[in-house]
Each structure stands twice: as C-alpha cells, then as structure tokens.
C-alpha cells in the first residue's frame, strides 16, 4: 500500500504487523494478540489522524493512487454497461467514459472521467484531463438519455480540462460551456458524485446536476492549490495556503451550499476498503434516483437550475 507523508507512523506499525505475520507464517508461531494489539493501534492512529486532516491533507487522500477511479465505480456499481464512443464530429475521447447500463435494475446512462491506473492507461486516458471531444461526447450521451428517459449518473475526477493548444484550437471552452447547458436543460434526473479530485469547468461540465455528492475526502474547487499559489503567490510551495483558502473541502463545499451531501468513506479513505465505498456509494445514489424519478421532467429541470442560481446567495459566511 502507498502511503502518505502524514501517515509515516501508521506505514510503521503496519510494516510491524506484516513482519510478525510473516514470522507467524514461517515459524508455526501464535502471535495474534501482538498482531491484534497493534492492529488496535493502528485503527487508533487512523481515526485520530483522519478526524483533522487539513485541505492540504485531504488533497492527498482526493489524489492517492490507489484510490478506486471512475471505472472502478462503473464496474462494480453498473450491471451490463455497454460503452459508448466518440463525439460524432471529431474524435473519441478515452479521458471520458461513457455508456449504457443498469443500476439496482433501472436503465442509466453512466458518464465518469477517468484518470487511468498506471503509466499506460493513464496516458490512454490523459490522466483524466478531457479534450473538447470529450465533453461533446458527454453532451451527446446525456441527449441520448434524455432523448429516452434514462436517469444519468456521473462521476467525477479531474485535475481540470486539458489546456493543451489543440484542444483550445477545437473549441475547448465552448465544448464545457455547452455541456453545462445540457446538464441544465435534462428533464431527466442527474446525478453527479466527486469522488476524487473535482477540478473547475473540466469538473463542473459534469456535475450541475438534481444532486452533487461528494466522498468525504474528495475536493472540489475552481483551481488547483498548486496552481492557485503559482498566480497568487508566483510560489507552488505555497498550496498548502492555498489549498486552506480555496474552502476545497466536501465540509466547507456542504456548509456554503455547493454540494448535496457527503458520503463517508471508510477509516482511512476510500482506497483502504473498496467494497465498502461501492456500498455507500451504491445506497446513496438508490436513494437520491428513487426519489428524483418520481419528479416531473420539466420540475427536475426548474429544481436544477434554480439550484444553481441561488449558490452564494444565501449569506453563509
């Protein structure tokens, strides 16, 4: 397992209990009430660190490499999903994933950026960073389930759009402007979950839904800390200020309002038990579609966008 830097004594102890059961393994001893001892200590250790984590902190846990991706969620959530591919008027796009399938026995459309596995997928998907025909194939999927009357589920998990010449050449910020747009003009129910890292419109494109959620330890925000030091300070050692004013958070995000609802992870985030993330997450979105299905199109619709208008506007400080 990768651990991070805030989990120096954690990695410790965990490395303690995989010499003693290596030992035990070998040697025909009994040591399980050192194992189990320690093991104590280390669910100890990670409820006390995990309980204060700094956004800078939980910018590292959004980011873990082992963090189940967008595929992970479609593979374990989405029974017979048929992809779909290419935006019909330039290319196809493997930074999105997109298609038909079935959750808890209804008909989705299933929408998610993914960032890719290890050096080869992840250049196959542009570490998650999607080109203009991407959203335009997002735009196509999701007027396709409207067209139909399929419910779209998307997950999110992107540094932000990919700024590349050609992709601003092809109509980069049009391409977002007008997936946002066809996220607001559904008449069928949206719902949208961050689950890692959700960066700016490249994020937003996909998430102005009925319902955003967020995991626990998920950010969302208009810019990377990184990228928010290097213009306001000219400093990228300073995203650790950065990260603590961008209010990048799912708890800040819930509080002003942004978002719906959190979903909590497993101690020690979502990479340390994946099953019981696809549960939580499975027993959330059940209950927000089954309540959203029963709304009238164009009332989903209404709901949506006036959801959107009124962000900042309620006075939260």
């Known amino acids: 397992m990768h651990f991070l830097d805030f989990e120096k004594p954690i990695a410790e102890l965990e490395g303690k209990i995989a010499e003693l059961r290596h030992l035990s393994d070998a040697d025909g001893l009994n040591i399980a009430e050192e194992v189990g001892r320690l093991q104590s200590r280390v669910d100890k250790d990670l409820r006390s660190t995990y309980a204060k984590l700094s956004p800078w902190q939980k910018t590292q846990v959004a980011r873990h490499p082992d963090r189940p991706h967008a595929l992970d969620y479609i593979n374990a959530l989405i029974e017979d999903f048929m992809p779909l591919a290419g935006d019909r008027l330039y290319a196809e796009d493997e930074a999105i994933v997109g298609g038909l399938g079935r959750f808890k026995g209804r008909s989705v459309m299933v929408i998610g ?86 960066g700016s419109g490249g994020a937003i494109a996909l998430a102005a839904g009925n319902v955003v959620l967020m995991l626990e330890h998920a950010i969302y925000s208009v810019i990377s800390p990184e990228g928010c030091a290097s213009i306001l300070w000219r400093d990228g050692d300073q995203a650790k200020v950065a990260a603590e004013a961008l209010k990048l958070t799912a708890q800040d995000l819930e509080r002003l309002g942004v978002i719906d609802g959190i979903i909590p992870e497993p101690l020690g985030g979502a990479h340390r038990s994946r099953e019981a993330i696809f549960t939580a997450v499975r027993e959330t979105l059940d209950m927000h579609l089954g309540q959203l299905i029963r709304i009238d199109g164009g009332q989903l619709r209404v709901r949506r966008r006036d959801k959107f208008l009124q962000m900042g506007r309620s006075g939260v400080q």
């Open 113 to 198: 950026l993914e960032k890719g596995r290890d050096t080869e997928t992840r250049i196959r998907h542009n570490f998650g960073m999607a080109r203009p025909e991407g959203y335009r194939k997002a735009r196509r999927l999701m007027e396709l389930a409207d067209k139909f009357h399929i419910p779209v589920l998307t997950f999110v998990d992107t540094a932000g759009a990919y700024p590349g010449i050609g992709a601003e050449e092809r109509g980069q910020a049009e391409a977002i402007a007008r997936c946002i747009d066809c996220c607001l003009s559904l008449r069928v129910p949206l719902i949208s979950v961050v689950i890692g890292e959700g």
